[in-house]
């Protein structure tokens, strides 16, 4: 059963100032599948998850050139870009939690679409935090600063605060560097929970994680993408040389 | 002019610092003559701050200036200790603006003007509008000048404009069509319009003549015990005839005459 | 050894001289408070002037031994409101556009046009002033002078400016890419962002330019001594009325003034310090309860 | 959408306070540019506020003309602001010199005068000396107003060359040198500057660096910084008091440049204390952690970490002091006077730009001149703004990639 | 044969103001092994890291009861702090390369300590970005800015810098947390070379890592340690219950 392309990259450049940090991508990510990105540092894996949600818009050297068509549709042309975010969340490689309370950090996305309604506020935030893990450490400091919690709870925070948007991908760049094995297996339990009506990406150092976690696994190198594949079929039958090396742990 | 030979001025050649302090309205001619005695004495250096009346009396006392200059008469408790003299005399002007149809002011309408009893240009044949009185800081050897002369000492109206600076007052008549204030004769100019003063125009001759009756002198005054050679020898420059003479030539009136 | 307590005896030795430098701070307030407050409350300790006439007092003619700043105070503190009321916005939303609107070309160009406009000395604003903005209130003042609450409003609103503006400026810079990046990735919009997550961190800073600029509207003295009318009476009845700061009370008359008369215009000095101790404890206060949790 | 419509009603807002910041620097500058430039020329930068009376005492000498009288017509020196020609030149021989009669106008004052309008290159005027046998400059476009004790005042020009000409042996020649330039207040303001950042800055930065990196919270810090805060809340002419009393009066270091650039010192401690703190809070903590973790010393870590990261606001720091020391007027004008010399000492008087420009406007009523000096402080300020710029992009380290 | 005690704490405790964030800790460390810290996020593993080069002297409102011995000697008393930090050199979890060159960063430590001869200088920074296997990537731009690098680069920059000091002890919060596996690896082994002349404390997330390169584990839990010994021992045969659960991955 082919499941439908959310994502759908075509020949995509991007470049910082001259430097070319990604080269011809075409990839295409399925819809409710959890797709890992793979690679030696520097690669350009989080220059290309931050493409996807137009998060490069920030940063005024890039350069991008060819398609990334999300439901069909050229994100680079002209469409909402708050709206495409939206859709599209996005947690950090260092967690960057705002300087508000814990409350006021989940509920910060909602609101600014328009949700006042405060027992409808509390739902999202109680359910959100559940759903992160958080819930039980924070419950009773709801009012806090969210700048308080260690690492690694600010990290399970900034999770919290994108599932509270309800969005249809979720983009994540390398989200549990920075957490412990029990709340990483939490996250990983919640992705694989989630890909049922979410499209998750993410971005990890680890393959062991790639491999429990996700459907399909692109493997990054020096900007471009080497092999795309099953995650099964990467890990033990991958058709690039490269790929193996890399897995087995054979050269960087 | 005559002769005062290059011999004299070698001879009485002097050094030292002078620094003098006060009246702004005086400035004008002791800088003149300042730059002329310096010049009789290349090595004396002069400075003057034009600071106001009231603060030359107190730092020629506090022995911050090596000579004050006021440009009213010094109060019985502003004297002890000082050596005061009398280096010229000026007229104070009434201004007006150029676009005011009065001409002419008797003291007792003035005194009433600038007491508020009197508020609207047409109570003096002018048009109906309201009088803007413009006055001196506190401090002003031309206010306090002025006050005594009109009687309206400590009874200015509440709502007057106050202005630091002869130039200052000068200014906001000639930007206000209603407004009325006074100045240092030395000052007036084609901006403004002085009025005449219960008839008699203001002018060097008539204050020359007592005819119009609103002057005042310029004094100068320092401590006769602390004071240095340089100092004294500008005081006696000033007084001389040649001082005198840029008395005259900077818009002031002679004492010699 | 010996080399590692020398090293220690000077860095010892560095701080002291650090500490001895933050204390130049500290002395220098002593000192001139200490000055200040000595001579302002003479006048009420010998009982040479009523502390309460002085306070309460509506005319201020030496000559006659009346020293009531009441309308000075009033005046003062209007024109400092309306300064605020006016400049503080537009500063601070100035100050946004700068930091987070602007390309990085358009930003450069109108920091520089703001710093040019915080270099240029306040008497000159004073000079434009007189020569631009009494003309224009007298011409809409039912009053028959242009002189005026408003003229000095203006005058200040426009001073205050480059102050607030590039102090915020600079705190809003300084907010860390990762909140704008978090808040975007939350479907925010730049406005969302600016409004809901960068002022509001950069808050402390901007309250300092805040507190920047009340000082330098409060305490400004030559500008607008051109621009109030200086009266010798009247609490100011209408934004068209002449006003007389307590600042300029005391430059117009300090030159030359002694005894009581200038005991008490170092009461009016004194009156201006207390002013700028509370805004400067109610601001802390506010800074501090709204950030601290 | 809500959204957008209050999104683009913010911007709106946002856009409308920016064009309102702009317009009134254009407005402001635009006025005194309008108003003032008219004023501002070579004369009014290289000469004295005040003019300036010699005596010069000259060898009698005749020297020739080498130009032709077209030539001579042509050489104007004078200021046609305020002067305009009536009759001359002349050339005198014995004096090397020729001489022009001009009116001199201003709204005030109008009058004849003397000018000197072509000195030869080997006139007996370039080797003058004055009365006590220094040697002294005579330019053209100088005032001559008697010779030998010999008012020229009511007489023609012709008559003024024959008086030079009948002369013999040694000459005293009356000259004054024009003035209505502000020179010395440049130099004066320059000074200023100098006197009062050299004293302020270290003071300031190293109480910054202590507040921020040394103290521990408590009273001690609280009490420092609350002392900075109020001092930058004091209105200047309250420094003006204390200095003028404490400074001028109490230690006797007169009504000067010392005193004044002393009392300036402190308005700008906490300025600069408090951006600086400002700079050096924006550096991250992981910096002196990673650099004591290296086993730098805390002063090791502060001058080659911490202070390097601060630069940028530093440099706003000083930035904002010199603007401060420029346009000072209230706190000077008490400390430092009026007197429109370059001060020969630290404790002579002197006028900087701005108490010039104020003193001008307020005395003179005259903004034209005001405007004009206000040009001149503008004209610094841009450098002094570009200087600091190119410093800061320079000392940038996070700039550098 | 018994190693010698590096570090000895006794009935460490340490609060942050009011709250206690470690508590009554005791802990031998050994000479030239490599000790890792694990435990779930938040328990306090950081913290006590920071104890041991006196790095939290920073945090103004931590108070430290108890005693921690350095070759025996209390480093909590009057010794040289600078000197015990020339000894126990840290890398920290969140990569900070100083904003100068890549070469002005490895150089600043020694420089620091008084080296000024260039061409030593010049020998110890490559030698130690050999050692941090960063060499490859950055001798070409060895004056460019530290800051243009990757998180990954960063880290490992941040690495060599420690290396170039020469310390007895290296301290590791996580090191490698933003590593990708093929850095992740070198840098491991470079810790099994390293422990032959230095003592290695390590505190990671990844229990595979703990097992692959300690010869000691600490569990931690709410600021105490649970159980301390041989790493195989704690893996395999754990003595308490709360370590066997959390390391195969039953409670947090
Ligand atoms: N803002 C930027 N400007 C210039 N170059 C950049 C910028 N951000 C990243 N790079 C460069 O682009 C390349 C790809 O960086 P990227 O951050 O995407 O790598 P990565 O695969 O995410 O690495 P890591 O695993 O270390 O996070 C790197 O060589 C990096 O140095
Ligand atoms: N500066 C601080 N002030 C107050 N509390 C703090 C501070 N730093 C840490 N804490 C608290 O101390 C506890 C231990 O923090 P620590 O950073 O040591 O945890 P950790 O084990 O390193 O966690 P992680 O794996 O997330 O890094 C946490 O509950 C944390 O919230
Ligand atoms: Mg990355
Ligand atoms: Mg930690
Ligand atoms: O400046 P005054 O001459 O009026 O004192």
């Not at chain 2, 009874?155 to 240092?184: C, F, H, M, P, R």
């Not at chain 4, 002419?237 to 300036?264: C, P, Y």
């Not at chain 4, 007197?339 to 001008?360: C, E, F, H, K, R």
């Amino acid at each position: 059963m082919d499941k439908k392309i959310k994502f759908n990259t075509k020949n995509l450049d991007l470049f910082y100032g001259d430097f070319q940090a990604l080269k011809s991508i075409n990839l295409e990510i399925c819809e409710k599948e959890v797709t890992a990105f793979i690679g030696p540092s520097g690669c350009g894996k989080s220059t290309f998850l931050r493409c996807l949600n137009r998060m490069n818009d920030l940063i005024e050297s890039v350069r991008i050139e060819g398609e990334i068509l999300f439901d069909g549709q050229d994100i680079n042309g002209d469409i909402d870009v708050i709206n495409l975010r939206t859709r599209v969340g996005m947690v950090f490689q260092k967690p960057n939690p705002f300087p508000m309370s814990i409350y006021e950090n989940i509920a910060y996305g909602p609101k600014c679409q328009g949700l006042k309604d405060k027992t409808q506020l509390d739902k999202l935030v109680k359910e959100s935090l559940i759903k992160a893990a958080l819930w039980e450490e924070v419950k009773d400091r709801l009012n806090k600063s969210a700048l308080g919690l260690s690492g690694g709870q600010q990290q399970r925070l900034c999770i919290a605060r994108t599932i509270a948007m309800q969005p249809e991908v979720i983009l994540m760049d390398e989200p549990t560097s920075a957490l412990d094995p029990i709340a990483t297996a939490k996250i990983e339990d919640l992705m694989s929970k989630l890909k049922k009506d979410y499209t998750i990406i993410i971005v990890t150092h680890s393959m062991q994680q790639a491999g429990r976690i996700s459907d399909k696994t692109a493997f990054f190198l020096m900007g471009e993408v080497v092999e795309y594949g099953e995650t099964p079929v990467i890990f033990t039958n991958p058709a690039d040389k490269r790929t193996e090396d890399y897995i087995t742990g054979r050269f960087g | 002019g005559c002769s005062s030979s290059d011999k004299t001025a070698l001879k009485a050649a002097v050094s030292g610092e002078i620094n003098g302090g006060g009246s702004t309205s005086v400035q004008k001619i002791i800088d003149a003559a300042g730059s002329e005695f310096t010049a009789l004495n290349p090595d004396a250096k002069f400075t003057y701050s034009g600071t106001g009346s009231s603060d030359g009396i107190k730092g020629a006392a506090a022995d911050t200036y090596s000579f004050g200059c006021s440009s009213r008469d010094l109060k019985t408790e502003e004297q002890p200790g000082l050596k005061v003299a009398t280096f010229a005399y000026d007229g104070i002007a009434l201004i007006v603006n150029p676009a005011n149809t009065v001409t002419n002011l008797t003291k007792e309408q003035l005194t009433k003007i600038f007491t508020g009893e009197i508020t609207n240009w047409s109570e003096v044949g002018g048009a109906d509008a309201p009088i803007v009185v413009v006055s001196r800081e506190d401090g002003s050897g031309t206010r306090s000048a002025t006050e005594e002369l009109l009687g309206f000492a400590e009874k200015l109206k509440a709502d007057a404009t106050i202005k630091e600076g002869n130039g200052n007052v000068q200014t906001t008549v000639a930007g206000n069509a209603n407004a009325i204030g006074y100045v240092s004769l030395t000052f007036v100019d084609k901006t403004v319009t002085a009025v005449n003063v219960n008839g008699v125009k203001a002018t060097v001759d008539n204050v020359l003549n007592k005819t119009y009756t609103l002057s005042r002198p310029f004094l100068i005054f320092y401590d006769e015990k602390k004071t240095d050679p340089a100092t004294q020898a500008f005081i006696d420059f000033l007084m001389s005839e040649d001082g005198q003479k840029i008395v005259t030539k900077e818009g002031g009136i002679t004492v010699s005459k | 050894m010996e080399a590692i307590k020398r090293k220690k005896l000077r860095e010892r030795i560095i701080e002291n001289i650090f500490l001895l430098c933050a204390c130049v701070a500290v002395i220098s307030l002593l000192a001139i408070t200490f000055f200040v407050f000595y001579n302002g409350l003479a006048p009420f300790v010998s009982n040479s002037y009523s502390l309460w006439s002085f306070l309460t007092g509506v005319e201020w003619r030496p000559g006659s031994n009346m020293y009531g700043i009441f309308y000075m105070i009033v005046g003062s503190v209007l024109a400092t409101f309306g300064a605020i009321l006016i400049g503080v916005p537009v500063a601070i939303l100035t100050a946004v556009f700068i930091a987070e609107m602007a390309g990085s070309r358009a930003g450069k160009v109108i920091r520089f046009a703001v710093e040019l406009l915080a270099g240029i000395p306040s008497v000159l604003y004073g000079v434009f002033g007189l020569g631009i903005i009494v003309p224009y209130v007298l011409k809409i003042s039912p009053m028959a002078q242009g002189e005026s609450l408003l003229a000095t409003v203006f005058v200040l609103a426009i001073m205050i400016l480059p102050t607030v503006v590039s102090i915020s400026e600079t705190s809003l810079s300084a907010v860390p890419k990762e909140y704008r990046e978090g808040s975007y990735a939350l479907g925010a919009s730049k406005i969302q962002t600016i409004f809901r997550v960068v002022l509001p961190a950069a808050k402390s800073g901007i309250m300092t330019g805040v507190i920047l600029g009340i000082g330098r509207a409060i305490g400004e003295t030559m500008a607008v001594m051109l621009v109030c009318g200086n009266p010798i009476a009247g609490i100011p009845t209408s934004l068209f009325s002449q006003i007389r700061p307590l600042t300029t009370n005391i430059a117009l008359e300090m030159g030359y003034a002694s005894g009581v008369h200038q005991e008490l215009l170092y009461s009016t000095g004194v009156v201006l310090f207390v002013f700028i101790m509370i805004i400067n404890f109610a601001v802390n206060r506010i800074v501090k309860t709204k950030v601290g949790n | 959408m809500g959204r957008k419509v209050k999104d683009n009603f913010a911007k709106g807002i946002i856009y409308l306070a920016t064009g309102i910041t702009l317009s009134v620097l254009i407005f402001i500058v635009g006025f005194i540019f309008v108003k003032g430039i008219g004023l501002v020329n070579f004369d009014f930068l290289t000469r004295d506020f005040n003019e300036k009376v010699f005596y010069a005492f000259v060898q009698n000498e005749d020297v020739s003309m080498s130009i032709d009288e077209e030539a001579l017509k042509q050489k104007t020196p004078f200021d046609d602001r305020y002067e305009s020609l009536i009759e001359g030149p002349i050339y005198v021989d014995n004096i090397g010199a020729a001489i022009a009669k001009v009116t001199y106008k201003n709204n005030a004052t109008e009058h004849e005068q003397l000018v000197i309008s072509y000195i030869e290159k080997n006139s007996p005027l370039t080797n003058a000396a004055d009365s006590t046998g220094k040697e002294m400059r005579i330019g053209t476009d100088y005032v001559i107003q008697s010779i030998n004790g010999t008012d020229f005042e009511g007489l023609s020009l012709d008559e003024a060359a024959a008086l030079i000409k009948n002369q013999s042996d040694e000459l005293k020649i009356k000259v004054v040198q024009p003035g209505g330039g502000v020179k010395s207040n440049i130099i004066t303001t320059l000074y200023m500057v100098l006197l009062s950042l050299v004293i302020a800055i270290p003071l300031g930065i190293f109480g910054a660096i202590y507040l921020t990196e040394y103290a521990k919270p408590g009273r001690f810090v609280n009490t420092i910084r609350f002392a900075a805060e109020c001092l930058s809340g004091i209105p200047s002419i309250i420094f003006g008091l204390f200095g003028m009393a404490f400074f001028v009066v109490a230690l006797k270091l007169q009504i000067s440049l010392l005193s004044g650039s002393l009392t300036v010192a402190i308005i700008l401690l906490p300025v600069i204390i408090r951006s600086t703190e400002e700079a050096l809070k924006t550096v991250p903590t992981s910096f002196r952690e990673g650099s004591l973790a290296l086993g730098a010393t805390k002063l090791q870590t502060i001058f080659k970490v911490v202070l390097p990261c601060a630069v940028p606001g530093i440099a706003t720091a000083v930035l904002l002091s010199i603007g401060r020391v420029v346009g000072e007027s209230a706190a000077l004008l008490l400390t430092a006077g009026t007197v429109a010399q370059i001060p020969g000492t630290l404790l002579s008087p002197g006028s900087t730009l701005t108490v010039q420009a104020y003193y001008v406007a307020k005395e003179e009523g005259n903004i034209e001149l005001a405007c004009a000096i206000g040009i001149v402080i503008i004209v610094i300020v841009i450098v002094l703004n570009i200087l600091s710029r190119i410093m800061s992009d320079k000392l940038d380290v996070f700039n550098k990639k």
